[in-house]
């Protein structure tokens, strides 16, 4: 099928469909500067093992270099801005084609772009807390204190250890996660826009819609189930999907 077919049959699936939603993995934010975390040569797993560096066991057990490590990277999230993709989501949700978005990202780019209805299961670089008291601050007071010198961050209250509230590996899936298996119960439309579809227990999120869109890349182990795949740049993708739809984009 030529890309320009692709395309149409596209629409087709979003004017067909009354219950649509989309899942983001890390490939919707490169076209944003942000590298995802598979691809060769340039993915961020490729650079350094997860398991070693991102996880709850690697933040207790060395908490200096957990964020020697990860916040220079989590930093730079904050000055990205959204994409075609990312726009076009929230527009498709304006133009009631597109219920929400559940993403794995913590770049808080959805939210940027306009999108009301987001669940981020991996969480989100907005807050911090407390591993022993629990209190809650700003992210950006974790910043603050590293860029300061005070490594690891410590909470003002007990001096215990900050961490992010993000669902590092070796943590339990949180709120969002748990919601948006019961917000997509019904899902005739899932669009999946840059995620390998490897990450479990979101890569199972597919198995909710009756029909599935896979816009990515590369190729993901979903495709063989899929209705129709686009190995594109997502944010042409969309470009397009709107003029198609006779929709002024951002």
Same mark, same amino acid.
């Given at each position: ?15 067909? $469909?009354?219950? #649509?939603?989309?899942?983001?993995? &890390? ?29 709850? $066991?690697?933040?207790?057990? *060395? ?6 490590? @990860?916040?220079?990277?989590? #930093? #730079?999230?904050?000055?990205? %801005?959204? @994409?075609?993709?990312?726009? &076009? ?5 304006? %133009? ?6 559940? #993403?794995? @990202? ?6 940027? &772009?306009?999108?009301? !209805? =987001?669940? %981020?299961?991996?969480?989100?670089? !907005? ?35 900050? !961490?992010? +509230?993000? =669902?590092?590996?070796? +943590?339990?899936?949180? *709120? +969002? ?15 999946? =826009?840059?995620? $390998? ?20 890349? *590369?190729?993901?182990?979903? *495709?063989?189930?899929? +209705?129709?795949?686009? @190995?594109?740049?997502?944010?042409? =993708? ?13």
């Amino acid at each position: 099928m030529k890309y320009e077919e692709k395309i149409d049959a596209f629409v087709n699936l979003l004017k067909d $469909s009354s219950r #649509t939603f989309s899942l983001t993995g &890390a490939g919707i934010s490169t076209e944003s500067g942000i590298p995802d975390y598979r691809s060769p040569g340039t993915g961020l797993w490729n650079k350094f093992d997860p398991m070693k560096v991102a996880c709850v $066991s690697a933040l207790r057990r *060395d908490p200096a270099a957990f964020y020697q490590n @990860n916040l220079k990277r989590w #930093t #730079t999230y904050s000055g990205a %801005e959204p @994409n075609p993709a990312h726009y &076009a989501l929230a527009q498709l949700e304006r %133009e009631g084609l597109l219920i929400g978005v559940i #993403t794995q @990202n913590i770049d808080g780019l959805h939210r940027k &772009a306009g999108s009301k !209805r =987001v669940w %981020e299961v991996h969480g989100h670089l !907005r807050t911090c807390h407390c591993f022993d008291c629990k209190n809650s601050y700003p992210f950006e007071i974790l910043i603050n204190q590293f860029e300061s010198g005070k490594n690891p961050p410590r909470c003002e209250k007990c001096n215990g250890v900050l !961490r992010p +509230d993000i =669902v590092l590996f070796e +943590d339990s899936m949180g *709120d +969002d996660y748990l919601q948006a298996t019961k917000v997509i119960s019904g899902c005739q439309l899932l669009i999946v =826009v840059g995620s $390998s579809l490897q990450v479990y227990p979101v890569a199972s999120l597919p198995d909710y819609a009756r029909q599935l869109v896979i816009i990515n890349q *590369d190729e993901t182990p979903w *495709d063989s189930q899929a +209705d129709l795949v686009i @190995n594109e740049k997502s944010g042409q =993708v969309f470009i397009d999907t709107l003029a198609a739809l006779g929709i002024k984009g951002q």
